[in-house]
């Protein structure tokens, strides 16, 4: 018994953690966190630890963080940009909605599982553990959601994955949209989606408010909207959705996903706004390369970024977390799952680039997608929690961010996933 015990602890040396000058060592014990310190070796004979039959695995200096989030994905899309028909000649999101529910129709269970697959293994390798993804319900049969949750089920192993009931094509813009939303969360999606811009007018936008707040309150879950991803600084959807749960008190478990408009409101407009997203405490997901690449479509120049304003609402304490969004899909052609790069983007387009901003930019695909995705006790490097996290090939924030640095090794309730020796990048048996 006591030899079983000593097999599934696994000391890992040499680790360097974010804001820590020295390395430290990380204790592992029954897939959680044990312990944290330097010179831990020493210490673990006299609390009765055999450490002679420890497994040790010397990081050696290698940044160890928390798995990074990617809390804004569809994984019911991912690699269907060349089907024929999807093919978006505009670029714009309006045609990406287009082509998409002009190509749907011939979806099934098993080929969605199978594109989504690969999309979350390439994630993986890259260093996510949570994911958020949207599932589009405004198809009776619901098929999407069907492979979803079947994979979420699947794969709960190797990621986490959170699923949006999301009305791709509205709530109220067609006969039956609200109740294929609420369908999805009867059948157990973990988030109300919406998409008010959308809608075919204000009021049916305004009205998918109260309708995404009213479900989310009946059902307890949590919400994630595309709220307001347009350049049309009067589409103030994100308004009345802080409002909502601000008066429900569920603010911080609600998303407003995109807000691009934000990036065209006036200061005194955004000024005034601040101060209930604050008071909400409203969180907000940026897909900067998505929207990089499909907002002001209508612009000549100077043409607008598309980007919701990250460096502004960082700075007034608002949670803003990151998303890939999309992986070859009718909306954008690229999107490999490496969070390193939406990370840079964003730092260069929201423009910070200050080093303290750089020191501490790791924290938007970690804890502020751990806050976005409410995950609470089960995130985080602290004793007691699942042993989750990866190791990353730089030995400071600023390095990794500096080089995007790659993924070494990737740990999940203690078990390694993969090493930079192990991974398989062709097959996917990872996730087999
Ligand atoms: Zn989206």
Redesign the pocket.
């Known amino acids: 018994m006591a030899q079983e015990e000593t097999k599934k602890a696994t000391l890992y040396v040499n680790a360097r953690l974010a804001g820590s000058d020295a390395p430290q060592d990380i204790l592992v014990e029954d897939g959680r966190f044990a312990a944290f310190g330097q010179g831990l070796a020493e210490s673990l004979p006299a609390q009765g630890y055999d450490v002679a039959n420890l497994e040790t695995v010397d990081l050696n200096g290698k940044l160890v963080s928390s798995p990074f989030c990617d809390t804004?994905?569809?994984l019911d899309y991912v690699f269907t940009a060349r089907k024929p028909g999807a093919v978006n000649e505009t670029g714009t999101l309006f045609e990406g909605i287009q082509r998409w529910s002009e190509t749907k129709s011939d979806l099934t269970v098993d080929e969605i599982k199978e594109r989504a697959r690969k999309a979350v293994a390439m994630e993986v390798h890259h260093g996510v553990q949570y994911i958020r993804s949207?599932a589009d319900v405004t198809d009776p049969n619901l098929t999407s959601l069907k492979a979803l949750l079947e994979l979420k089920e699947e794969l709960k192993d190797i990621v986490t994955i959170q699923i949006v009931s999301?009305p791709q094509e509205g709530m109220y813009s067609y006969k039956g949209g609200d109740e294929l939303v609420e369908e999805g969360l009867r059948m157990g999606a973990d988030c109300v989606g919406g998409i008010p811009h959308y809608e075919a007018c204000r009021e049916f936008g305004e009205r998918s408010m109260h309708k995404v707040v009213e479900l989310a309150a009946k059902y307890g879950k949590l919400i994630d909207v595309?709220c307001d991803?347009t350049d049309d600084p009067n589409s103030r959807f994100v308004e009345l959705l802080s409002a909502l749960a601000y008066q429900e008190g569920i603010g911080e478990m609600t998303t407003a996903?995109?807000t691009c408009s934000l990036g065209s409101a006036d200061n005194a407009y955004f000024f005034h706004l601040t101060k209930l997203l604050k008071a909400a405490k409203i969180n907000f997901a940026c897909?900067p390369t998505?929207n990089l690449y499909l907002q002001g479509r209508q612009d000549t120049f100077p043409k607008r970024r598309g980007i919701t304003r990250v460096k502004e609402l960082t700075d007034a304490g608002v949670n803003v977390s990151l998303?890939q969004?999309?992986m070859q899909d009718p909306?954008y052609p690229l999107g490999n799952g490496n969070m390193m790069i939406i990370l840079d983007y964003v730092l260069h387009l929201a423009q910070m680039m200050s080093f303290p901003e750089i020191d501490d930019a790791l924290k938007f695909l970690t804890v502020n997608g751990a806050t976005t995705m409410h995950l609470g006790d089960a995130y985080g490097l602290e004793v007691g929690r699942p042993a989750n996290f990866v190791v990353i090939d730089a030995s400071s924030v600023f390095d990794a961010v500096y080089e995007r640095a790659g993924i070494l090794r990737s740990v999940r309730n203690g078990r390694t996933l993969f090493t930079s020796e192990t991974r398989v990048d062709s097959d996917f048996a990872l996730l087999r």
């Open positions: 804004h994905l569809h949207h999301f595309h991803e996903s995109h897909a998505e998303g969004d999309s909306w």
